[in-house]
T-cell receptor, first 112, second 113 residues
Framework: DVKVTQSSRYLVKRTGEKVFLECVQDMDHENMFWYRQDPGLGLRLIYFSYDVKMKEKGDIPEGYSVSREKKERFSLILESASTNQTSMYLC???????????FGPGTRLTVT | DQQVKQNSPSLSVQEGRISILNCDYTNSMFDYFLWYKKYPAEGPTFLISISSIKDKNEDGRFTVFLNKSAKHLSLHIVPSQPGDSAVYFCAASGGGSNYKLTFGKGTLLTMNP
Protein backbone atom coordinates (compact mmCIF):
# COMPACT_ATOMS: atom_id res chain seq x y z
CA ASP A 1 0.00 0.00 0.00
CA VAL A 2 1.18 3.49 -0.84
CA LYS A 3 1.69 5.60 2.23
CA VAL A 4 1.80 9.37 2.20
CA THR A 5 2.38 11.01 5.54
CA GLN A 6 2.18 14.64 6.57
CA SER A 7 4.07 16.05 9.53
CA SER A 8 1.10 17.51 11.38
CA ARG A 9 -2.66 16.95 11.36
CA TYR A 10 -3.44 20.29 13.00
CA LEU A 11 -1.33 23.42 13.17
CA VAL A 12 -1.98 26.89 14.57
CA LYS A 13 0.35 29.71 13.58
CA ARG A 14 0.42 33.47 13.95
CA THR A 15 0.31 35.97 11.11
CA GLY A 16 3.78 36.64 9.76
CA GLU A 17 5.31 33.35 10.94
CA LYS A 18 7.24 31.12 8.55
CA VAL A 19 5.48 27.78 8.28
CA PHE A 20 6.85 24.46 7.04
CA LEU A 21 4.57 21.60 6.02
CA GLU A 22 6.33 18.31 5.40
CA CYS A 23 5.20 15.40 3.27
CA VAL A 24 6.85 11.99 2.88
CA GLN A 25 5.92 9.13 0.56
CA ASP A 26 7.28 5.60 0.71
CA MET A 27 6.65 4.32 -2.83
CA ASP A 28 9.54 5.91 -4.72
CA HIS A 29 7.06 8.03 -6.69
CA GLU A 30 8.46 10.60 -9.08
CA ASN A 31 5.70 13.17 -8.78
CA MET A 32 4.52 14.98 -5.68
CA PHE A 33 1.88 17.65 -5.25
CA TRP A 34 0.59 20.20 -2.75
CA TYR A 35 -3.07 21.22 -2.77
CA ARG A 36 -5.29 23.26 -0.55
CA GLN A 37 -8.92 22.47 0.00
CA ASP A 38 -11.44 25.16 0.90
CA PRO A 39 -15.22 24.85 1.24
CA GLY A 40 -16.95 25.43 -2.08
CA LEU A 41 -13.65 25.66 -3.96
CA GLY A 42 -12.59 22.04 -4.18
CA LEU A 43 -8.93 21.08 -4.40
CA ARG A 44 -6.60 23.66 -5.89
CA LEU A 45 -3.04 22.88 -6.90
CA ILE A 46 -0.37 25.03 -5.29
CA TYR A 47 2.87 23.45 -6.56
CA PHE A 48 4.05 20.14 -7.90
CA SER A 49 7.38 18.44 -8.41
CA TYR A 50 8.16 15.90 -11.11
CA ASP A 51 11.67 15.09 -9.91
CA VAL A 52 14.15 15.94 -7.18
CA LYS A 53 14.91 19.66 -7.18
CA MET A 54 12.36 20.17 -9.99
CA LYS A 55 9.20 22.12 -9.31
CA GLU A 56 6.42 23.78 -11.21
CA LYS A 57 3.80 26.29 -10.15
CA GLY A 58 0.23 25.17 -9.92
CA ASP A 59 -2.86 27.32 -10.06
CA ILE A 60 -2.39 29.28 -6.82
CA PRO A 61 1.35 29.52 -6.00
CA GLU A 62 1.31 33.06 -4.59
CA GLY A 63 2.54 33.21 -1.00
CA TYR A 64 4.00 29.70 -1.13
CA SER A 65 7.28 28.05 -2.02
CA VAL A 66 8.38 24.41 -2.08
CA SER A 67 11.46 22.30 -1.63
CA ARG A 68 12.29 18.81 -2.84
CA GLU A 69 15.82 17.79 -1.88
CA LYS A 70 15.08 14.06 -1.67
CA LYS A 71 12.73 11.98 -3.79
CA GLU A 72 10.55 10.90 -0.90
CA ARG A 73 10.08 14.33 0.70
CA PHE A 74 8.26 17.43 -0.52
CA SER A 75 7.95 20.50 1.68
CA LEU A 76 5.53 23.40 1.40
CA ILE A 77 6.71 26.71 2.86
CA LEU A 78 4.60 29.69 3.77
CA GLU A 79 7.17 32.47 3.93
CA SER A 80 4.95 34.82 5.95
CA ALA A 81 1.68 33.25 6.96
CA SER A 82 -1.50 35.24 6.47
CA THR A 83 -5.04 34.61 7.65
CA ASN A 84 -6.21 33.85 4.10
CA GLN A 85 -3.88 30.85 4.14
CA THR A 86 -6.01 29.19 6.78
CA SER A 87 -7.01 25.98 5.01
CA MET A 88 -6.70 22.20 4.72
CA TYR A 89 -3.41 21.35 3.00
CA LEU A 90 -3.15 18.04 1.17
CA CYS A 91 -0.04 16.37 -0.18
CA UNK A 92 -0.18 13.71 -2.88
CA UNK A 93 2.22 11.52 -4.81
CA UNK A 94 2.05 9.56 -8.03
CA UNK A 95 4.24 7.34 -10.14
CA UNK A 96 4.96 8.93 -13.50
CA UNK A 97 2.21 8.80 -16.08
CA UNK A 98 -1.58 9.09 -16.08
CA UNK A 99 -2.16 7.24 -12.87
CA UNK A 100 -4.01 8.08 -9.73
CA UNK A 101 -2.55 10.32 -7.08
CA UNK A 102 -2.36 9.09 -3.51
CA PHE A 103 -3.13 11.60 -0.82
CA GLY A 104 -1.91 12.10 2.70
CA PRO A 105 -4.32 12.71 5.61
CA GLY A 106 -4.04 16.49 5.34
CA THR A 107 -2.90 19.29 7.64
CA ARG A 108 -5.53 21.68 8.97
CA LEU A 109 -3.65 24.99 9.27
CA THR A 110 -5.14 27.91 11.15
CA VAL A 111 -3.40 31.30 10.94
CA THR A 112 -4.50 33.77 13.60
CA ASP B 1 -12.44 29.48 -15.69
CA GLN B 2 -13.58 26.23 -14.26
CA GLN B 3 -12.52 23.37 -16.49
CA VAL B 4 -14.11 20.63 -14.41
CA LYS B 5 -17.59 21.28 -13.08
CA GLN B 6 -19.68 19.41 -10.57
CA ASN B 7 -22.94 21.31 -10.71
CA SER B 8 -24.60 19.61 -7.76
CA PRO B 9 -23.02 20.70 -4.47
CA SER B 10 -25.04 18.07 -2.63
CA LEU B 11 -27.10 14.95 -3.24
CA SER B 12 -29.29 12.93 -0.92
CA VAL B 13 -30.00 9.25 -1.69
CA GLN B 14 -31.81 6.49 0.11
CA GLU B 15 -29.68 3.56 1.20
CA GLY B 16 -29.95 0.65 -1.20
CA ARG B 17 -30.80 2.86 -4.17
CA ILE B 18 -28.52 4.07 -6.96
CA SER B 19 -26.42 7.20 -6.47
CA ILE B 20 -25.49 9.11 -9.62
CA LEU B 21 -22.90 11.85 -9.45
CA ASN B 22 -22.25 14.00 -12.48
CA CYS B 23 -19.28 15.90 -13.82
CA ASP B 24 -18.76 18.07 -16.89
CA TYR B 25 -15.52 19.30 -18.40
CA THR B 26 -14.61 21.90 -20.98
CA ASN B 27 -11.04 21.08 -21.97
CA SER B 28 -11.02 18.70 -24.94
CA MET B 29 -7.37 17.83 -24.17
CA PHE B 30 -8.40 15.93 -21.04
CA ASP B 31 -7.96 12.22 -21.68
CA TYR B 32 -8.01 10.60 -18.26
CA PHE B 33 -10.65 11.00 -15.59
CA LEU B 34 -10.80 9.97 -11.94
CA TRP B 35 -13.20 9.97 -9.03
CA TYR B 36 -12.08 10.48 -5.45
CA LYS B 37 -14.00 10.12 -2.20
CA LYS B 38 -13.25 12.24 0.82
CA TYR B 39 -14.37 11.96 4.42
CA PRO B 40 -14.03 14.98 6.74
CA ALA B 41 -10.54 15.48 8.20
CA GLU B 42 -9.07 12.82 5.89
CA GLY B 43 -7.27 12.93 2.56
CA PRO B 44 -9.15 11.95 -0.62
CA THR B 45 -9.01 8.30 -1.59
CA PHE B 46 -9.01 7.10 -5.16
CA LEU B 47 -12.17 5.29 -6.28
CA ILE B 48 -12.13 4.63 -9.98
CA SER B 49 -10.76 6.02 -13.22
CA ILE B 50 -11.43 5.91 -16.94
CA SER B 51 -9.36 6.60 -20.01
CA SER B 52 -10.86 8.51 -22.90
CA ILE B 53 -10.55 5.46 -25.14
CA LYS B 54 -13.28 3.80 -23.07
CA ASP B 55 -16.84 4.76 -22.33
CA LYS B 56 -17.36 2.64 -19.22
CA ASN B 57 -15.32 1.23 -16.38
CA GLU B 58 -16.68 -0.86 -13.57
CA ASP B 59 -15.25 -1.83 -10.18
CA GLY B 60 -17.60 -3.57 -7.79
CA ARG B 61 -20.41 -1.20 -6.82
CA PHE B 62 -18.81 1.69 -8.71
CA THR B 63 -19.19 2.37 -12.44
CA VAL B 64 -17.94 5.40 -14.31
CA PHE B 65 -19.44 6.37 -17.65
CA LEU B 66 -17.77 8.74 -20.08
CA ASN B 67 -19.54 10.59 -22.91
CA LYS B 68 -16.77 12.34 -24.82
CA SER B 69 -19.02 14.11 -27.29
CA ALA B 70 -20.93 15.70 -24.42
CA LYS B 71 -17.79 16.16 -22.30
CA HIS B 72 -19.63 14.50 -19.45
CA LEU B 73 -18.90 11.74 -17.01
CA SER B 74 -20.89 10.18 -14.25
CA LEU B 75 -20.26 7.92 -11.28
CA HIS B 76 -22.88 5.32 -10.40
CA ILE B 77 -22.90 3.65 -7.00
CA VAL B 78 -25.15 0.59 -6.78
CA PRO B 79 -26.40 -0.18 -4.22
CA SER B 80 -25.69 2.84 -2.05
CA GLN B 81 -24.51 2.07 1.48
CA PRO B 82 -24.26 4.18 4.68
CA GLY B 83 -20.47 4.43 4.37
CA ASP B 84 -20.88 6.11 0.99
CA SER B 85 -21.76 9.39 2.67
CA ALA B 86 -18.79 11.60 1.75
CA VAL B 87 -17.68 14.32 -0.64
CA TYR B 88 -16.94 13.04 -4.13
CA PHE B 89 -14.49 14.84 -6.38
CA CYS B 90 -14.23 14.45 -10.12
CA ALA B 91 -10.77 15.06 -11.59
CA ALA B 92 -9.32 15.23 -15.09
CA SER B 93 -5.88 15.01 -16.60
CA GLY B 94 -4.52 15.98 -20.01
CA GLY B 95 -1.49 14.53 -21.76
CA GLY B 96 0.47 17.74 -22.09
CA SER B 97 0.21 18.88 -18.50
CA ASN B 98 2.67 16.58 -16.72
CA TYR B 99 -0.48 14.67 -15.81
CA LYS B 100 -1.48 17.13 -13.13
CA LEU B 101 -5.09 16.80 -12.08
CA THR B 102 -7.78 19.44 -12.32
CA PHE B 103 -10.48 18.88 -9.72
CA GLY B 104 -14.12 19.82 -9.58
CA LYS B 105 -15.51 21.48 -6.46
CA GLY B 106 -17.04 18.28 -5.17
CA THR B 107 -20.49 16.87 -4.42
CA LEU B 108 -21.55 15.99 -0.88
CA LEU B 109 -23.41 12.68 -0.98
CA THR B 110 -25.63 11.93 2.00
CA MET B 111 -27.28 8.57 2.62
CA ASN B 112 -30.76 8.47 4.09
CA PRO B 113 -31.82 5.35 6.03
Amino acid sequence: DVKVTQSSRYLVKRTGEKVFLECVQDMDHENMFWYRQDPGLGLRLIYFSYDVKMKEKGDIPEGYSVSREKKERFSLILESASTNQTSMYLCASRAGGPYEQYFGPGTRLTVT
Amino acid sequence: DQQVKQNSPSLSVQEGRISILNCDYTNSMFDYFLWYKKYPAEGPTFLISISSIKDKNEDGRFTVFLNKSAKHLSLHIVPSQPGDSAVYFCAASGGGSNYKLTFGKGTLLTMNP
